[in-house]
């Protein structure tokens, strides 16, 4: 049986997408799984064993420079590339025109949401099969509810990423990462506050790891480290660089971006700050090993949650880390 995966964006929706693959292994040892995500997020699709073939999906580079000739061919060597296969089924769990419209590209029949589940109910119209599932449940569960009633299969064991990530030496000091950077100015948390708790991890004898995805980014980094007594600002690096430096963290910070949810993925000890936006459907979510997941705050653009700095420590005080 061969099946393809559509989930192209963004970094937190791909990573609540990966207990799919690793259901689908479990219900059928020997499918092939193959997955059309966003280029951007290819490398990091590749880190799940179950997944055969990635097929990058130049979207968000097109979106940039759609006018130029090159990007409308790059995309149509993408469609090129889904089309030489034929799959048993294609399930889009992403729910959107621009991943159905991708789904529609590859060979096989569609599986999606109908249009009482959907985020835009427009999709449908590209799936063969339909199914109902509560937009009330987290999205990992609905990722995770659409593949069985697509495939089949009943029994859902405990939540597994399955990731898996190079082996490195284990670092000479333990470190705590913490994660400033998010894709709007509402989400972030502020600067003297990461100061605070950073000297906070410092005196808890950990070092501080701050990474950046960019230059503006890593200037806030900088900022953030020179105020530490033990703490390194990380320019940008490929994501299968950023897993490993999380997957040995001792502990993991961070706002809501895609890079807590890695760590959650990772089973790090991870503490997400929610103050524009509420964790309750794509908050961070603990995967089969890992318990000490905590979403904090919860509010909206008009009623931003407030999150201490005594929040935060309180709650890192009951994970019982170790240095």
Request: with cysteine; hydrophobic share 45%.
């Amino acid at each position: 049986m061969q099946i393809l995966l559509v989930k192209l964006s963004s970094l937190g929706d791909v990573i609540h997408n990966f207990p799919v693959a690793t259901d689908i292994r479990r219900a059928f040892p020997h499918a092939i799984i193959d997955w059309a995500t966003d280029a951007t997020y290819a490398s990091l699709v590749a880190m799940h064993p179950a997944i055969r073939r990635i097929v990058p999906i130049h979207l968000r580079s097109f979106k940039r420079k759609w006018w130029q000739p090159s990007r409308i061919a790059q995309l149509f060597d993408d469609k090129a590339a889904l089309v030489r296969e034929r799959y048993d089924l294609i399930i889009d769990t992403q729910g959107l025109i621009k991943s159905a419209l991708v789904a529609n590209w590859a060979n096989g029949n569609i599986a999606g949401f109908d249009k009482q589940s959907i985020r835009e109910p427009m999709a449908t119209r590209y799936y063969r099969d339909q199914y109902a599932v509560s937009r009330k449940e987290h999205a990992v569960v609905r990722n995770r509810a659409l593949a069985a009633l697509a495939l089949g299969y009943t029994h859902l064991t405990e939540c597994d990423y399955g990731l898996s990530v190079a082996d490195e030496k284990e670092q000479a000091q333990a470190y705590a990462v913490l994660l400033h950077a998010t894709s709007r100015d509402d989400k972030t948390w502020p600067l003297a506050s990461w100061v605070v708790l950073g000297r906070a991890l410092n005196q808890a004898g950990f070092k501080v790891i701050l990474p950046s995805g960019n230059p503006a980014e890593y200037v806030t980094s900088a900022q953030i480290a020179e105020r530490l007594d033990n703490a390194q600002a990380i320019n940008a690096m490929p994501l299968p660089y950023t897993a490993t430096m999380l997957a040995q963290a001792k502990l993991v910070v961070g706002v809501d971006t895609g890079l807590t949810h890695l760590g959650a993925a990772l089973n790090r000890p991870t503490v997400g700050i929610y103050r524009s936006t509420s964790p309750e459907l794509t908050g961070l979510y603990a995967g089969a090993n890992n318990a000490a997941v905590i979403n904090l705050g919860g509010g909206s653009r008009q009623h931003a949650a407030s999150v201490s700095c005594d929040d935060v420590l309180a709650t890192i005080s009951t994970l019982k880390l170790t240095t």
